[in-house]
């Protein structure tokens, strides 16, 4: 008897026992997530001083208690409603932190469309993060199972919680809030940014100055007509050379070896990344932040919305327009956009065994000039190449030995290696440039090269100031151009003009002019060109109205 009764209190103890460990693993799996939010309160920064500071964190604390006490009004589970908000807001803290480092821009409500359309995109920015993410998620819900909804509180104090939480974070999102959706620095106000981007990164289609102008926005098919066209149309290579720039615009460096030979200064949009700016600048001939607060996210709304110029003009004249991409064409929309602005046949790194094999950041040049000198030697009809390459991309070696004979005594260690490391790649990428030239130089065809670098690297970007840059300036590249018939003629396609940077937006009208082609389009452009020195306008109050004529004469308008 003594036996059975001690049987049955230990069976009830266990049972207690397991049934305590059981009602303890929701707090388990939810405590660590939760725990993390206060690293993204101090890791995370606010701008404009200690308004900003605590703006910041008020947003973040109001953001996860929407999430905290909408889920629980709903669950009634406070420890997986504690769980679901952390790692919601950490999710997006982490995939911000990934996008920028591979980049160089902040995390936009548009990214989570890349997201969903193109998995591959997030499991090569982010393999393991998203693998643990999405671990805890399973965690989460096997904690929604086994916490028992709590009988404390009616949900009616779980409703006045989670409105009161909304109002003020709905306050939080008025317009005298706003905040820069531009931030290009790492940890700036993530999560407003995130959040206020799902109403503010809707592209603003510009007005047009005055009737008597075309510049530059809509298509309008009769405008954009050539009306002279070239009796032998050559083949034209653009080149984008990832993050190159003239090494001596950073004060204090003293680099080795030539430049991009005839290279002219370069406006460009943004610095450390966001590549697709600059590309869809070119092939669109729009400077971006003319569309408005999302710009930075353009290349996932120009699909449908946007239509390219150069591209699109040149294929109605019986080219063969192609691309020819250092990445995955479905990475963060690469094909999609391109072939909105024009391109027929878009050449991926998957497409190419030596590039397929090879880790993204170890890709040279030489893999996509062959490519495109492989492209023109099979093309019968004249070819329009976009080219990307990948060799400067950041990282930048961060161990090399600082040369006190190259860098300025102020420079700290990592700058110096920084900048050697860069000067190195350099080095490699003009060789590269000038056998391609050679190779091109012994084919039949006539080609254009133009060659342009998009911006200066991100590390570069995040360890120097403006002030180390040349006149200050951190959105300075360089463009050149190069003729198989004639060699370098920079100078010559601007055709007299000098100004103190020329606009990436400019740069097809100026190659389809040197080209031998003329349309109310380029006739259009170049006006704004010098009316504004060089800078993308089209306004009224830049462009005198009815001024439809360049200042050397052209011919007529159509």
């Known amino acids: 008897m003594t036996n059975w009764l001690f049987c049955i209190t230990a069976s009830r103890i ?75 807001i950490g999710g ?18 548009p990214d989570l469309i890349v997201a969903a359309l193109s998995a591959e995109t997030l499991l ?83 007005t047009q100055p005055h009737d008597t102008s075309y510049c530059c926005f809509k298509a309008d098919q009769q405008a954009e007509t050539f009306t002279t066209a070239p009796e032998k149309k050559p083949n034209i290579i653009v080149i984008l050379e990832e993050s190159t720039f003239r090494p001596e615009q950073v004060l204090g460096f003293k680099p080795q070896g030539e430049f991009f ?34 710009w930075k996210a353009i290349n996932l709304f120009a699909p449908g919305r946007l239509d390219g110029r150069i591209a699109h003009q040149l294929a109605q004249q019986g080219y063969k327009t192609k691309t020819i991409y250092p990445i995955a064409g479905r990475f963060y929309g690469g094909k999609r956009f391109h072939e909105q602005l024009g391109i027929q046949d878009f050449i991926d790194c998957k497409a190419m065994p030596e590039c397929d094999k090879r880790r993204w950041n170890k890709l ?37 030995k600082p040369d006190a004979k190259r860098c300025a005594p102020a420079f700290s260690d990592k700058q110096c290696s920084i900048m050697l490391d860069y000067n190195e790649r350099l080095k490699l990428s003009v060789k590269a440039y000038e056998s391609l030239l050679k190779q091109l130089k012994k084919l039949p065809e006539r080609t254009i090269v133009v060659t342009f670098g998009d911006h200066i690297p991100g590390d570069v970007a995040a360890h120097f100031k403006e002030a180390d840059f ?31 940077t020329i606009d990436v937006a400019m740069l097809d009208a100026l190659t389809l002019r040197y080209a031998g082609f003329e349309s109310r389009y380029l006739t259009d452009k170049l006006v704004h060109l010098q009316a504004c020195s060089g800078a993308f306008c089209g306004f009224e109050d830049a462009l005198p109205k009815n001024q439809a004529m360049l200042k050397r004469l052209q011919p007529p308008i159509p």
């Open 14 to 88: 266990g049972i207690t026992t397991l049934a305590f460990r059981l009602h303890q693993i929701p707090a388990i799996i939810a405590v660590p997530a939760t725990l993390g939010m206060a690293y993204v309160l101090f890791a995370d920064q606010g701008h404009a001083g200690l308004w900003g500071f605590a703006y910041n964190r008020l947003y973040i604390l109001m953001a996860w208690s929407v999430l905290f006490s909408g889920t629980l009004w709903l669950s009634r589970r406070p420890w997986s409603a504690a769980g679901v908000a952390s790692v919601v």
């Open 92 to 109: 997006l803290w982490v995939g911000a932190a990934i996008k920028y480092q591979f980049l160089g821009s902040q995390l936009v409500a």
């Open 124 to 206: 090569e920015m982010g393999l393991l993060p998203t693998l643990l993410i999405l671990g805890y998620v399973v965690l989460l819900i096997a904690s929604f199972v086994l916490e028992q909804p709590t009988l404390r509180w009616e949900r009616k104090t779980f409703a006045v919680g989670f409105a009161s939480s909304a109002a003020l974070l709905i306050a939080l999102n008025l317009p005298p809030f706003y905040i820069d959706l531009q931030w290009t620095t790492q940890y700036k106000q993530t999560l407003p940014i995130f959040v206020q981007s799902i109403w503010r990164t809707q592209l603003t289609e510009p």
């Open 261 to 294: 030979k005839d290279a002219y200064p370069l406006k460009v949009y943004t610095a450390g990344g966001s590549t697709w700016v600059q590309e869809i600048a070119f092939l669109h001939g729009v400077a971006p932040p003319l569309y408005g607060n999302g």
């Open 364 to 400: 040279p040049d030489e893999i996509f000039f062959d490519e495109a000198v492989k492209q023109v030697k099979l093309n019968d009809k004249p070819l329009f190449t976009f080219v990307a390459t990948m060799r400067q991309h950041s990282p930048h070696e961060k161990g090399r």
């Open 470 to 500: 040349y006149k200050q300036d951190r959105f300075r590249t360089y463009f050149n151009v190069w003729d198989s018939a004639q060699g370098y003629v920079t100078h010559k396609l601007l055709d007299g003009m000098e100004y103190e």
